[in-house]
């Protein structure tokens, strides 16, 4: 176990500090400024954590302009538009103003800076940024406290800072011993928990779902990390997902002193809190309790199957006959912080099985264990992304599950209708995903930093390309049909357009993303990925999500219909 303290950093500035950056919010800066005033020193507090964001909207760099050059940074080593994604979403904050980006190449041994130029002005903001050397060898720039001093300035190491290097040397020196015989790869603990309380306020923004959140990205941070760290640890290749160390669990919490706490703990009997019943589903807006998706699944029928997750919790399904011959695959809650698929998968196996043409499998909760985290996290956070709900129990994504647990599910479905055409429903984060220890953009997840509305991936045996391309096509059409996903699309599109460079995608109808591979997923030869923009939302935009899963899947079930009536 790990238990430490530390100090604040806002509280124990240096006396040569003229100017710091340090990782505290609006506020707590002012507040901090205005007391060293009262002790008759000049002090500027500047945000170390998306810089100019804070700068520009603290200091109305923008109030007056009607137009903008943002004069951005690019840093050898570090990808092109690293230090644009980092103003998002200033277009949304100062909509009266139109803003242009123009890369400038970093030159000297300064910090790294932008330029802002308006008709009246210039404006110089410099970021506080320093290399570090990654577990897998990689350079990444990270962000970090920095002092004006008079005499070109320092690092000024932080309590963010520093509690993000205490886990990682925790994780680093921990043994990995692992917990069963019969699984030497691991798991090597039930579960791990990072306990982090930091003195920081989440700045919700008039953006979507965006909120600036120094606690969420510690989560991201922590956890991530972890699975790095474990990787290199165990000899697997960057990103690889079948790295089973056990259950990590960032538990970052309000306090009002920076405290850092580091426990394995035994994994009990699950007891959930739960809610029984069945909610209406058509309009939800918000996920469901676990025994109300089993009240679902039971009410459509069918026959039932079953798998238990690592900790004992049943994974169920259910096997629909219908009376026609089109066969279909619908999964859901394999990444358990991805809320609306549940809904989504549950409504169309219901009208499905009511219409009885198209036969089909239904996994509505293929992860529960990690469902069952998503829920507790959410109780303290609600509008945070909790991706360390999105893996199995054991660490492993379920599809890297070999078939143990969990991960059974899915051959169990397919072993009672091996349909060829597998409908997988996904979200993926509303808001802007950042991880600024290891260079702000998440690594491997790239595509994922900003959200760009509701989009399909389709994924086919090479063989199977007519399919497919009619499977993709289907998914297309129901959300063109869909007015209000529609507008919500294009205004996610907008937005991400004005900070991302190169698109990896292809766009259908000016505003619905979608990607098209040769590359089949295990067992199924078609496999159409659904992704959502919906950790972790509510409300309409929660309906808007579950209604998009729902008509997707709904659409390339009567495809699939026709197709094979016709045939």
């Not at 595509?447 to 499977?471: C, M, S, Y």
């Amino acid at each position: 176990m790990t238990k430490r303290v530390f100090d604040r950093t806002i509280d124990t500035l240096p006396e040569d500090a003229t100017a710091a950056w340090v990782f505290e919010g609006p506020s707590a800066r002012r507040a901090a400024q205005a007391r060293a005033r009262a002790e008759g020193r000049d002090l500027r507090l500047r945000s170390a954590y998306k810089t100019l964001l804070h700068e520009v909207l603290e200091q109305r760099l923008l109030d007056d302009a009607s137009r903008a050059t943002i004069h951005y940074p690019v840093v050898e080593g570090c990808p092109e538009d690293r230090f644009r994604l980092e103003c998002y979403p200033l277009h949304a904050l100062v909509s009266h103003c139109e803003i242009a980006f123009a890369p400038r190449p970093h030159e000297g041994e300064g910090l790294p800076a932008y330029e802002i130029e308006t008709p009246e002005a210039r404006h110089l903001v410099p970021v506080p940024v320093r290399w570090v050397e990654l577990d897998d060898g990689a350079q990444a720039l990270a962000a970090c406290g920095w002092v004006e001093d008079g005499q070109g300035g320092r690092h000024l190491p932080t309590e963010y800072e520093a509690i993000f290097e205490a886990v990682c040397a925790h994780l680093r020196a921990m043994p990995l011993d692992p917990l069963s015989p019969d699984e030497p790869d691991g798991p090597f603990f039930d579960r791990l928990e990072v306990i982090v309380e930091l003195p920081y306020e989440d700045q919700v923004l008039p953006v979507g779902s965006e909120v600036i959140s120094l606690a969420e990205a510690m989560h991201e941070e922590i956890y991530f990390t972890a699975l790095e760290i474990f990787q290199e640890r165990l000899g697997l290749a960057p990103g690889q997902r079948s790295v089973k160390a056990g259950q990590i669990v960032p538990l970052v919490q309000r306090g009002g002193t920076p405290r850092l706490e580091i426990q394995t703990v035994r994994a009990e009997p699950a007891l959930d809190r739960d809610q029984p019943g069945r909610p209406a589903l058509d309009a939800a807006t918000q996920w469901l309790y676990p025994a109300q998706i089993s009240a679902h699944l039971a009410g459509i029928g069918g026959v039932a199957y079953a798998a238990r997750s690592r900790q004992g919790r049943a994974v169920e399904g259910r096997h629909v006959v219908g009376h026609g011959p089109a066969w279909i695959a619908i999964s859901a809650g394999q990444h358990a912080n991805e809320s609306s698929p549940m809904v989504g998968a549950l409504r169309a196996g219901r009208d499905l099985a009511a219409e009885g043409e198209v036969s089909f499998t239904l996994n509505p909760l293929e992860n529960p264990d990690g469902y069952a985290l998503f829920r507790d996290l959410c109780a303290d956070n609600p509008r945070h992304m909790h991706h360390a709900a999105r893996y199995t129990a054991s660490g492993a994504d379920l599809s890297h599950g070999a078939g143990r647990y969990e991960s059974a599910i899915r051959d169990l479905a397919y072993a009672r209708l091996p349909a060829e055409v597998h409908v997988n429903l996904h979200g993926y984060p509303s808001h802007e995903w950042t991880r600024p220890m290891t260079g702000y953009i998440p690594r491997g997840f790239a595509q994922w930093t900003i959200p760009k509305g509701f989009f399909l991936i389709l994924r086919h045996d090479p063989a199977q390309e007519a399919l497919a391309r009619a499977v993709l096509q289907a998914g297309l059409d129901a959300l063109v049909d869909f007015p209000e996903l529609m507008a919500q699309n294009r205004r996610m599109l907008d937005l991400y357009r004005r900070y991302v460079g190169a698109e990896s995608f292809e766009v259908h109808a000016d505003c619905i993303p979608f990607t098209m591979s040769a590359s089949p997923e295990p067992l199924y030869p078609v496999t159409l990925i659904t992704e959502a923009a919906d950790e972790t939302v509510g409300g309409e935009d929660f309906r808007i999500a579950q209604e998009g899963q729902y008509r997707v899947v709904r659409a390339v079930s009567d495809m699939l219909r026709r197709r094979s009536q016709s045939s």
